[in-house]
């Protein structure tokens, strides 16, 4: 090994590199344009519904539906954005707050997060929620305001906390004296309204906007148009944006990813220090994006989840040409009872499987065994060695990597 490197002024060496980008920033999901491609009708319905509040008058509560990518929280933003600054503009007061409930996932929270939007000091823990859902209303009914609060993952945070919060905050209006409040809701999931207690999808679903995915001639002109803003100019070959396009349309017309696969490519051409963004770095920088969006669903999965993947891959590691449902219950089974975990039913192990199948971790086939039954034939379909490192990382799972399963079905 060399001990002598020296890597004294290695930032200004790679300050050397000639940049592709102008604004890199314009291609995270996180920016709002100043015009959204193929997305007038929603905005118009979702100005027509919110419009209200520059009249002094109770907005309708909206739902928006739709897959990832399709454009809703850009939408919702955009508007909102636009609504605040024509109220500014004839002298009206209006406020609008956004909240990602993936993040903000807990009753608490949400309430914490929407009193300090409207001024007030809530700790992050510690206080009666009723306090804090009641400092929130004071604070709104402090004047005369219209008020919008978009709920972005909302299912996230019914799945989690419950339909209160959301009973809560659509009904406010009938404690406020001054202030009108309207929700918008978010959702990817087109049957999150059906999970909501009757009283909760009256009150939230006074409308709903559903939001189609893009087709991959719409995510071209999406991708053109932040292209011209995001790189230099004849830095990419001109089938590029067509490409990104094309991919991320095969994923139900997703923009984030079409969006992700721009930038990542100008990310892999500028690192390799090219002048141009080639066909090569879409493909690199569509593997690395796949890669990554694997390992971060393995790594969210709830521990019963990963015990039960980490258990097909000592299946798999010992090259086992067929695995079902059996093999691994056993293996799993085995597991549960080192880590301490309770032992699910194997009609629970079965969703379970099949949860994994549709996240594309796994590749499972029903098959019959006649008068057996049916089974799994189950084949791990994700790198094998880097889901062991990501699952072995869990503190709960420590305890496991040196487990050797029982040989009773591996023979």
Same mark, same amino acid.
């Not at 592709?20 to 291609?27: G, W």
């Not at 636009?82 to 996932?105: F, H, M, Q, S």
């Not at 490519?265 to 220090?273: D, F, H, K, M, N």
């Not at 770095?281 to 521990?303: F, G, N, Y």
């Given at each position: 090994?060399?001990?002598?490197?020296?890597?004294?002024?290695? =930032?200004?060496?790679?300050?050397?590199?000639?940049?592709?980008?102008?604004?890199?920033?314009?291609?995270?999901?996180?920016?709002?344009?100043?015009?959204?491609?193929?997305?007038?009708?929603?905005?118009?319905?979702?100005?027509?519904?919110?419009?209200?509040?520059?009249?002094?008058?109770?907005?309708?509560?909206?739902?928006?539906?739709?897959?990832?990518?399709?454009?809703?929280?850009?939408?919702?933003? =955009?508007?909102?954005?636009?609504?605040?600054?024509?109220?500014?503009?004839?002298?009206?007061?209006?406020?609008?707050?956004?909240?990602?409930?993936?993040?903000?996932?807990?009753?608490?929270?949400?309430?914490?997060?929407?009193?300090?939007?409207?001024?007030?000091?809530?700790?992050?823990?510690?206080?009666?929620?009723?306090?804090?859902?009641?400092?929130?209303?004071?604070?709104?009914?402090?004047?005369?305001?219209?008020?919008?609060?978009?709920?972005?993952?909302?299912?996230?945070?019914?799945?989690?906390?419950?339909?209160?919060?959301?009973?809560?905050?659509?009904?406010?209006?009938?404690?406020?004296?001054?202030?009108?409040?309207?929700?918008?809701?978010?959702?990817?999931?087109?049957?999150?309204?059906?999970?909501?207690?009757?009283?909760?999808?009256?009150?939230?679903?006074?409308?709903?906007?559903? =939001?189609?995915?893009?087709?991959?001639?719409?995510?071209?002109?999406?991708?053109?148009?932040?292209?011209?803003?995001?790189?230099?100019?004849?830095?990419?070959?001109?089938?590029?944006?067509?490409?990104?396009?094309?991919?991320?349309?095969?994923?139900?017309?997703?923009?984030?990813?079409?969006?992700?696969?721009?930038?990542?490519?100008?990310?892999?051409?500028?690192?390799?220090?090219?002048?141009?963004?080639?066909?090569?770095?879409?493909?690199?920088?569509?593997?690395?994006?796949?890669?990554?969006?694997?390992?971060?669903?393995?790594?969210?999965?709830?521990?019963?989840?990963?015990?039960?993947?980490?258990?097909?891959?000592?299946?798999?590691?010992?090259?086992?040409?067929?695995?079902?449902?059996?093999?691994?219950?056993?293996?799993?089974?085995?597991?549960?009872?080192?880590?301490?975990?309770?032992?699910?039913?194997?009609?629970?192990?079965?969703?379970?499987?099949?949860?994994?199948?549709?996240?594309?971790?796994?590749?499972?086939?029903?098959?019959?065994?006649?008068?057996?039954?049916?089974?799994?034939?189950?084949?791990?379909?994700?790198?094998?060695?880097?889901?062991?490192?990501?699952?072995?990382?869990?503190?709960?799972?420590?305890?496991?990597?040196?487990?050797?399963?029982?040989?009773?079905?591996?023979?």
């Amino acid at each position: 090994m060399d001990f002598k490197t020296s890597f004294s002024g290695i =930032f200004e060496s790679l300050m050397t590199r000639e940049p592709l980008f102008v604004s890199k920033e314009v291609l995270r999901h996180s920016y709002t344009p100043d015009e959204l491609p193929h997305r007038n009708k929603e905005i118009r319905q979702l100005a027509l519904i919110l419009s209200s509040a520059l009249r002094n008058e109770e907005s309708s509560n909206i739902l928006i539906y739709g897959k990832s990518g399709t454009g809703k929280t850009i939408v919702s933003r =955009f508007v909102c954005k636009e609504l605040e600054r024509t109220a500014k503009k004839l002298g009206i007061p209006v406020k609008t707050a956004y909240i990602n409930c993936e993040i903000t996932d807990t009753q608490y929270r949400v309430l914490q997060n929407l009193a300090e939007c409207f001024g007030e000091n809530v700790p992050f823990t510690g206080w009666p929620t009723d306090k804090v859902y009641r400092t929130f209303v004071e604070s709104l009914d402090r004047e005369h305001q219209g008020v919008v609060i978009i709920l972005d993952e909302v299912d996230r945070l019914v799945q989690k906390s419950g339909d209160d919060i959301i009973y809560n905050l659509t009904r406010m209006n009938s404690e406020l004296k001054k202030a009108k409040v309207s929700i918008i809701g978010i959702s990817n999931d087109l049957k999150f309204r059906d999970y909501l207690d009757a009283r909760v999808q009256s009150s939230l679903s006074e409308e709903s906007v559903v =939001f189609k995915p893009y087709d991959a001639r719409q995510l071209e002109d999406i991708l053109n148009q932040r292209a011209s803003l995001a790189f230099k100019p004849d830095v990419m070959d001109e089938y590029i944006v067509p490409l990104c396009s094309a991919l991320a349309a095969r994923e139900h017309g997703d923009a984030r990813k079409a969006l992700d696969l721009l930038r990542v490519s100008g990310e892999i051409a500028e690192r390799e220090s090219t002048t141009r963004i080639t066909e090569k770095h879409v493909r690199r920088a569509k593997d690395r994006i796949e890669a990554d969006s694997i390992v971060e669903a393995v790594r969210s999965l709830p521990t019963q989840s990963k015990v039960l993947l980490y258990s097909i891959i000592l299946l798999e590691e010992r090259k086992r040409r067929i695995i079902t449902t059996g093999d691994v219950y056993d293996i799993y089974s085995s597991l549960c009872r080192k880590t301490g975990l309770d032992i699910l039913t194997q009609r629970r192990i079965s969703d379970l499987l099949g949860e994994l199948d549709l996240m594309g971790i796994i590749d499972s086939t029903v098959v019959s065994k006649g008068r057996y039954g049916r089974t799994r034939q189950i084949h791990l379909v994700v790198p094998l060695v880097g889901i062991r490192i990501v699952l072995e990382d869990d503190i709960r799972l420590n305890g496991i990597t040196n487990f050797e399963p029982p040989q009773r079905r591996l023979g």
